[in-house]
Nanobody, 124 residues
Framework: QVQLVESGGQLVQSGGSLRLSCAAS?????MGWFRQAPGKEREFVGA????????YYADSVKGRFTISRDNAENTVYLQMNSLKPEDTAIYYC????????????????????WGQGTQVTVSS
């Protein structure tokens, strides 16, 4: 069993930066970040594989957001820079607990555990 706890969401000005954290209670193969804005579908933001730190990003955040990890704390971070109002959403941490058939890191179906979400609001 894996439990995920996100934190760090808050109000931030456009152009500012924010770092989200996701602490996992158990070992995972890969972790991802998704976000959901009001009236929108939940969309992929980024993902990281524990074994080699291979990362994936959505085109909309590439170059602005960075995923990193802290092995000692079993925590994944999402560093968000140059924030825009359109980044406003609830951000969810997701985990894949097993390696087999992890071939679609950008798909929600590839993750079997989810956190409760943390609200990020970017003011204009």
């Amino acid at each position: 069993q894996v439990q995920l706890v996100e934190s760090g969401g808050q109000l931030v000005q456009s152009g500012g930066s924010l770092r989200l954290s996701c602490a996992a209670s158990g070992r995972t193969y890969a972790m991802g970040w998704f976000r959901q804005a009001p009236g929108k579908e939940r969309e992929f933001v980024g993902a990281i594989i524990w074994s080699d730190e291979n990362t994936y990003y959505a085109d909309s955040v590439k170059g602005r957001f960075t995923i990193s990890r802290d092995n000692a704390e079993n925590t994944v971070y999402l560093q968000m820079n140059s924030l825009k109002p359109e980044d406003t959403a609830i951000y969810y941490c997701a985990a894949r607990s097993y390696v087999q058939y992890y071939t679609q890191p950008r798909e929600r179906a590839n993750y079997d555990y989810w956190g409760q979400g943390t609200q990020v609001t970017v003011s204009s």
